[in-house]
T-cell receptor
């Protein structure tokens, strides 16, 4: 089974702190994604990556950056956390489209971040 | 721009059939996916439609009409465990990048 592991289920940080959210997948997927989920807003894409060292902005990239130094690992960075970044963060992965478009993303269990 | 609309909440009883609709507006369209998410859990994939018509997977079916920019998820023989949030999601570019709707909370009662 595909496994997407997010390093922390719950984090509490203070305003202005730098926050790292780590995600590792074990299925050799090319594509990796970071979404945030808020009540009533669904899942919104922050950044995605389709290859090592490649990144593309999603719909809400402001205040975030990402790093993909290895194929299996995709990190989300909040350079200076703010209270409006309190949210559930979901990492996902999928194989390259050329291997068959399935519309399927494999999600991690999520990291619930609270910024005080 | 792009937007997806789905009802915020649907209620039904065990054994019934429920349909969750999704209408979308996007620039570019590859297909429509459906995901289930239980409280506190990760979204899990249910189905994907790229072509018009009905796809059936056990108790769940998904329908797409590209000309109407419309799809639905049909859940039959509802069980209590089907109580969850259901999201439609459009793939409007390559890289399997999905744009999600705001979700429909399904409450199944005895």
């Amino acid at each position: 089974d595909v496994k997407v592991t997010q390093s922390s289920r719950y984090l509490v940080k203070r305003t202005g702190e730098k926050v790292f959210l780590e995600c590792v997948q074990d299925m050799d997927h090319e594509n990796m994604f970071w979404y945030r989920q808020d009540p009533g807003l669904g899942l919104r894409l922050i950044y995605f990556s389709y290859d090592v060292k490649m990144k593309e902005k999603g719909d809400i990239p402001e205040g975030y950056s990402v790093s993909r130094e290895k194929k299996e690992r995709f990190s989300l960075i909040l350079e200076s956390a703010s209270t409006n970044q309190t949210s559930m963060y979901l990492c996902a992965s999928s194989p390259l489209q050329g291997q068959g478009v399935t519309g399927e993303l494999f999600f991690g269990e999520g990291s619930r971040l609270t910024v005080l | 721009g792009q937007s997806l609309e789905q009802p915020s909440e649907v209620t039904a009883v065990e054994g019934a059939i429920v349909q969750i609709n999704c209408t979308y507006q996007t620039s570019g369209f590859y297909g429509l996916s459906w995901y289930q998410q239980h409280d506190g859990g990760a979204p899990t994939f249910l189905s994907y439609n790229a072509l018009d018509g009905l796809e059936e997977t056990g108790r769940f079916s998904s329908f797409l009409s590209r000309s109407d920019s419309y799809g639905y998820l049909l859940l039959q023989e509802l069980q209590m465990k089907d109580s969850a949030s259901y999201f439609c999601a459009v793939m409007n570019t390559g890289f399997q990048k999905l744009v999600f709707g705001t979700g429909t909370r399904l409450l199944v009662s005895p």
